[in-house]
């Protein structure tokens, strides 16, 4: 079988990919542990052969691994890029509590008076609920500690008839001890980790320069020699979580410095993954953001996929990520293809009861393998022999049985293995 189409269905054996991490510290290793991972899981329960190559740190911005998946009659080889942001990421986290706190009330304050927060609500209740979690520990880590101080100034002051200046003091002391106290049950909650980043998105919405730029930057010329090297059949650009904002800016600087990009060589995707870019597109101020909404909403080279699902309560589910967010491009418009994944059919009913308390582990299924064959898992995108647009059009009249064997099945094999995402 060669690259092209088989029965009709596009079919790819060399595949690169892009991928954009979220705002999240582990970097590289971190992420390769949890691609080995989700592999272990995808060769068990698809019964396939698969080959996953080491982890091979480039540079301080790409580190790279190798994948190859086979079955009876087809076979392929990925190449997974990995753009690395850990080393911003870990400044930005281990930088001054200062200024961590002054700006983590900054985004806090501007989402409120700019309407920000409103506008979230209005298009995702659910979001904003999870956003207003995080927001509430981060004010509630300074009232605790400004409350304590204050209960042992007055106590000092009044009940014991100290000194009030030893009174201000012992206050003091008291509100930095509860603060240091605090901190452990505020890193478990991940406070510290999300209010760095809505700090760091929302400079992005105002334009304020930061190393964001040059990341989207390198990411952008990686992407314009990946794609003329034209070493594969699909070029696909993934970016999960705040990593959709940074991949879909990627993407879009890529095509200002190259306007032919996708006329020539590989198949070009770009692939969202609980992407929270509408949160960072309906501030008001991110004229930037809704821009390069527009520029890919309109690219007919490009094929966006945009993965949703309701279960995940820290991304946006059931919502066009276009027009939800004030960019109206008439008839020109041609992207995204919205998926609207259930993390309910890859994932085993035991296992699921417990799976949906958790926040995190919820919102990063999208970049998992689930524990039962399903439609969506993200090792059958990244290195399935399916296109990846195909397959995310056309996952309910494709059978999975061909994912493993390279078959069509017969119409009974399609009701018995096809699993449907879509509600």
């Excluded at 400044?91 to 009330?105: F, K, N, T, Y």
């Excluded at 101080?149 to 106590?155: C, E, F, S, Y």
Aim: glycine share 6%; charged share 20%.
């Amino acid at each position: 079988m060669t690259a092209g189409h088989f029965n009709g269905v596009g079919m790819v054996q060399r595949r690169h990919v892009i991928y954009v991490e979220g705002y999240d510290p582990r970097g590289a290793e971190g992420y390769y542990h949890l691609f080995q991972r989700a592999c272990d899981r995808f060769r068990r329960e698809w019964l396939v052969s698969l080959t996953l190559q080491p982890l091979k740190l480039d540079t301080d911005d790409f580190a790279h691994w190798r994948v190859a998946v086979s079955a009876s009659n087809w076979q392929i080889a990925t190449h997974y890029d990995f753009l690395r942001l850990e080393r911003f990421i870990r400044a930005d986290m281990a930088g001054s509590m200062v200024r961590l706190i002054a700006g983590g009330v900054g985004w806090i304050v501007d989402d409120l008076a700019s309407g920000a927060l409103f506008r979230i609500f209005f298009a995702s209740p659910r979001f904003s609920l999870h956003i207003l979690y995080f927001q509430l520990v981060v004010l509630a880590w300074l009232a605790l500690p400004a409350m304590s101080g204050l209960l042992v100034g007055r106590t000092l002051t009044v009940e014991f008839s100290l000194p009030v200046p030893i009174g201000i003091a012992m206050s003091l002391l008291a509100a930095l001890a509860c603060f240091l106290a605090l901190r452990p049950i505020v890193d478990r909650s991940n406070a510290i980790q999300i209010t760095s980043c809505w700090m760091m998105l929302r400079k992005l919405d105002r334009g304020r320069p930061t190393w964001l730029d040059y990341v989207i930057d390198a990411g952008a010329r990686h992407l314009i020699a990946v794609a003329r090297a034209n070493e594969a059949d699909e070029l696909a650009l993934i970016g999960h979580s705040a990593g959709g904002v940074i991949a879909s800016a990627v993407m879009a600087r890529a095509l200002e410095l190259d306007p032919d990009l996708g006329r020539r060589g590989p198949r070009l995707v770009l692939l969202t993954l609980g992407s929270i870019m509408p949160a960072v597109a309906l501030h008001p101020d991110a004229r930037r953001m809704r821009e390069i909404v527009r520029r890919l909403a309109i690219e007919p080279t490009l094929a966006w996929i945009d993965c949703q699902s309701r279960k995940d309560y820290m991304s946006f589910s059931d919502f066009d990520p276009v027009e939800g967010v004030g960019v109206y491009v008439g008839t020109q418009r041609c992207n995204p293809l919205v998926w609207l994944v259930r993390f309910r059919d890859m994932i085993s009913p035991e296992y699921y009861r417990r799976f949906t308390w958790n926040l995190f582990r919820v919102h990063y299924q999208y970049i998992r393998a689930g524990d039962r064959p399903a439609a969506y898992d993200y090792i059958l995108l990244v290195s399935g022999p399916v296109a990846i647009e195909e397959w995310a059009r056309n996952h309910r009249e494709l059978t999975l049985e061909f994912i493993r064997s390279g078959i069509f099945g017969n119409e009974d094999c399609y009701r018995n293995v096809m699993i449907i995402t879509d509600p």
